[in-house]
């Protein structure tokens, strides 16, 4: 499986990071061992909402030639929404098996055209700014529409990877890696439409 993991300007890191370090797991286990994965960006560096930057190391791939796009919210997706040139590269996404995005990573997947007749979920804050996007905006943490898969604010994102490496890799996988987290959490609020 091939993952493409988007960063832009004014990411929240957390969003991206607590999925990161959940899903770079799949590789331990036999299902899914051989996933790799790309940190896709349209300019080299990226900054999050509080200064801090990291390297993109793939810029502006064809992201249908991936099974699984993941794109993480924070203040920047306000902006890029509107933002036609990053939208239509969000929209090369169309032949991905899996898009999958947490907080307000799901508006672009709206602006992007992909959760029209969709349930979504964003972070809670910001229902509002999913409604014009979706069937109906889930007040829910975890929500799978088909391929679709939207998560709820921040946090979720480490929710959002077991939530992945179960689908994939089966419970007892995502069990692993929760021990290995020390995560002694389970989520709730999932659900599959």
């Not at 300007?9 to 899903?23: A, E, K, Q, R, S």
């Not at 179960?166 to 692993?176: K, R």
């Amino acid at each position: 499986m091939r993952i493409a993991l988007v960063l832009f300007n004014g990411v929240t890191f957390l969003d991206f990071v607590g999925f990161y370090d959940v899903i770079y797991r799949l590789n331990l286990f036999d299902k899914t061992k051989g996933t790799t994965w790309d940190i896709c960006g349209v300019v080299e560096e990226v900054t999050d909402e509080l200064g801090m930057k990291v390297k993109v190391n793939v810029i502006k791939p064809d992201l249908s030639e991936y099974d699984l796009v993941f794109i993480p919210g924070g203040m920047g997706t306000r902006t890029l929404k509107d933002d036609a040139v990053f939208i239509d590269w969000i929209k090369t996404a169309e032949l991905a098996m899996y898009k999958i995005s947490v907080c307000t990573g799901s508006l672009l997947w709206g602006a992007a055209g992909f959760l029209k007749d969709k349930k979504a979920t964003t972070h809670p804050n910001v229902y509002d700014l999913l409604e014009p996007y979706c069937l109906e905006v889930m007040k829910s943490r975890i929500v799978k529409d088909g391929n679709i898969i939207t998560a709820g604010g921040v946090t979720t994102s480490i929710d959002l990877g077991l939530f992945i490496i179960e689908l994939f890799a089966g419970a007892e996988a995502a069990n692993v890696v929760k021990k290995q987290l020390d995560y002694p959490y389970t989520a709730v609020g999932i659900v599959e439409v």
